[in-house]
Each structure stands twice: as structure tokens, then as C-alpha cells.
């Protein structure tokens, strides 16, 4: 019986994952099939599963990295302490254990654009994404504020971001779904006339590969990523997860 592996989240026609997957099964001839499962809420995940027995193997994106948690039979230990989930492996039993590949896949990304002056970020955004990314900044010794349209002690919002900051805050991670597919012209709303050569603005969104904020800071002569090497680093983290014996 084919396995069926799966990526759930809302309105995810946009998303990579499947492709990736369904072209990684062809060329190392594995019999299974990578499907999106878009859901308008999340309590439709248990009939999901009722109705698709074959799936081992879940993904998890926008807007339930965290929602889905109480769904979970058990959580492992780092994606607790992250508080979002984007794996989950699927026992024979139909037992399910929330993982987060995230953080991983993000700190593996990140790597060769790190300068000795990028010791504090600004994360744009408060979701599941944005907790995987702290978790992995604050392990590479970086200091993290989240920015946000409402106000908390926490995080600065967008209109608080002065001069000053921006100047001290020289790494920039996009993690809201502004500017993806095919609401392109979005873009979190920093102030890109501050950013410089220093700066270097990560987003995580891949489609398109070059997002407004990208093209906005290379004009600023910024450095400009985006997550495409994030999803296949923890792609393949989810992988081995998954073919992991219980």
C-alpha cells in the first residue's frame, strides 16, 4: 500500500513542498505520494486522517504550527520548547508525535551569511514560524526582538523601528506571509530607507524567489535571501524523521 505523506495549512496552493517531495520519490524510485491538504480550520484535521489512512508523515504550515498541537499524542522535547510544530510522524498504531524541523532547517540556511556584526535580529512576526527562527538565533548567540503590529513588552511595532534600531539590528527575518504568492506587492512594513550594505534581510518565503522586501533591501545595497534553502534542509530533517523506527 502506497504511503501518503502530507502538508497541511490554509489556502497552500503556493508551497513548494509537494513538488519537492513527489521529485525526491521519482528519482530514488520510493513508492509514495506527497499531497497538499489545505484546511480552512483546524478542526478538520482528525477527519482528515480518518479518511486517509495511508498517511505516515505530516507537514505543517501556516496558520497552524501551534494549533495543531493539541491534536498530538506527545510532543518532542525542542519543539515544545519552541512551541510550534511543522512535523508530525505517524505511528502504525496511529500514534502522533509533533516534531519541529524548522529551527534546523533555518540555522543550516543561515550559516553562510552570517558577519561578525550580525549580533542582533529583528524577526518580523509573532506566528510558529517566528518561534522556530528565535529558538535557532538565540543558539547561534544572536540577540532577538520580534516586531509586531500590536504592542506588548516584548516587541517593538513596525512604527517604533527608528533610526537607531535599525542601525543595532543588522539581521532581519521575515517571517509573516506578506509578499507570497500571488499577493506579491506585500511587504512588512520596515523602513527599507534605513537598511545598508550591513544589513541582511533572510525571508522566508520562496515563491516568489524574490519578494518585495528582497528586491527593496538589494536596492538599499543590503544582502537579500530567501527560505528556499530553509524548506529543503528541513524537507530532508522531516524525512529522516519520519523513516526513524519508533
Not at 518565503?205 to 545595497?221: D, E, G, R, V
Request: hydrophobic share 35%; with cysteine; proline share 5%.
Amino acid at each position: 500500500m502506497k504511503k501518503i505523506f502530507g502538508l497541511i495549512g490554509k489556502n497552500i496552493d503556493y508551497s513548494f513542498s509537494r513538488t519537492y517531495f513527489n521529485e525526491k520519490f521519482s528519482a530514488e524510485k520510493i513508492d509514495a505520494t506527497y499531497r497538499n491538504f489545505d484546511l480552512s480550520d483546524i478542526s478538520e484535521f482528525p477527519s482528515l486522517l480518518k479518511d486517509n489512512p495511508n498517511i505516515t508523515g505530516i507537514n505543517v504550515t501556516i496558520p497552524y504550527k501551534e494549533a495543531i498541537i493539541p491534536f498530538l499524542d506527545e510532543v518532542e522535547n525542542t519543539a515544545t520548547e519552541i512551541g510550534a510544530v511543522n512535523t508530525i510522524k505517524i505511528s502504525p498504531d496511529g500514534k502522533l508525535v509533533g516534531y519541529n524541523t524548522d529551527f534546523y532547517g533555518f540555522s543550516e540556511a543561515l550559516k553562510p551569511y552570517l558577519k561578525p556584526h550580525h549580533t542582533k535580529a529583528l524577526i518580523l512576526g509573532t506566528g510558529g514560524a517566528s518561534k522556530a527562527v528565535s529558538y535557532a538565533l538565540k543558539n547561534l548567540g544572536i540577540v532577538v526582538t520580534n516586531v509586531s503590529r500590536s504592542k506588548s513588552s516584548q516587541n517593538y511595532m513596525y512604527s517604533e523601528l527608528t533610526p537607531a534600531i535599525m542601525e543595532e539590528y543588522t539581521l532581519i527575518i521575515n517571517c509573516t506571509p506578506l509578499g507570497t504568492f500571488p499577493n506579491t506587492d506585500h511587504f512588512a512594513p520596515i523602513p527599507v530607507k534605513l537598511l545598508t550594505s550591513k544589513h541582511l534581510i533572510f525571508d522566508l518565503i520562496y515563491n516568489p524567489s524574490h519578494t518585495k522586501l528582497m528586491k527593496l533591501a538589494l536596492n538599499q545595497h543590503a544582502k537579500a535571501t530567501n527560505g528556499l534553502a530553509m524548506l529543503e534542509y528541513q524537507a530532508e530533517k522531516s524525512w529522516e524523521i519520519w523513516n526513524q523506527k519508533f
